[in-house]
């Protein structure tokens, strides 16, 4: 079980198992709270992105269960999946989907309180089919097109003392992150999906042992 976060997050009934946003009474109770304190901020700034998106909804919002503008680690992907942007509407390691459910295992492996996560991703609109069934690969220019919402994410994040880049396109944003934030560490990961741990099965210890390394990285005991 994940250790339950602090301050507005303490109410709150966090997951203690994964794929939890498969329920549609659980993803109506977690809109709600996409104005909590911890996490307007955020969502603010991801309207204004999807305000002039190319994809203009297909931009999730960010968890109301993770730590927000309080965490200590940000866990940087590629672009939202399907599951985000056609289901839950959610970056959220409780996402019905196996990249999110190998998330969620690997925080609570190390021990890492969600509060002291923030998930997001490297493009954080949508590339992939109309019918939203299928993401493509993140191309440079879309990456160079996203920069800039990165680094104004970073100014967000005042408790920030790890980024964990999962996957290659995401360890791309290496250089920005460093040159905005060069008080963070970097840890490259692997990318949680079953594309990624499948086809090489000695990658998911890979993968957890990387999330425990961000953890003592953080300072997270």
């Known amino acids: 079980m994940i250790d339950s976060p602090r301050g507005a997050m303490a109410a709150m009934t966090l997951s ?6 498969g329920d549609s009474a659980v993803r109506e109770t977690r809109r ?4 909590l304190p911890h996490v307007a901020p955020l969502n603010a700034l991801r309207g204004r992105i999807a305000a002039g998106s190319p994809t203009g909804d297909g931009v999730p919002y960010f968890d109301p269960h993770d730590g ?16 985000a942007v056609g289901k839950s509407g959610f970056i959220s390691c409780d996402n019905p989907d196996a990249t999110a459910a190998n998330a969620w295992h690997a925080y609570a492996a190390a021990g890492i ?3 002291d996560i923030v998930r997001w991703n490297a493009v954080p609109w949508y590339i992939g089919s109309e019918g939203r069934t299928k993401i493509r690969a993140a191309t440079v220019r879309d990456l160079r097109a996203a920069e800039p919402h990165l680094r104004q994410l970073l100014t967000l994040l005042p408790r920030l003392r790890v980024v964990v880049l999962c996957g290659r396109k995401a360890q791309r944003m290496d250089p920005a992150i460093r040159q905005a934030a060069p008080h963070v560490h ?5 990318h949680p999906s079953p594309v990624c741990m499948n086809r ?3 990658r998911k210890a890979e993968f957890f042992a990387q999330i425990a390394h961000a953890a ?5 005991e």
């Open 113 to 115: 309180p969600r509060g």
């Open 200 to 202: 090489y099965p000695q």
């Open 68 to 83: 927000g503008i309080n965490a200590r680690i940000l866990m940087l992907a590629e672009a939202p999946g399907p599951a």
């Open 216 to 220: 003592r990285l953080a300072g997270i």
């Open 186 to 190: 970097i840890v490259h990961a692997w």
């Open 32 to 35: 709600t709270q996409i104005d």
């Open 16 to 21: 203690t198992s994964p794929r939890t946003l």
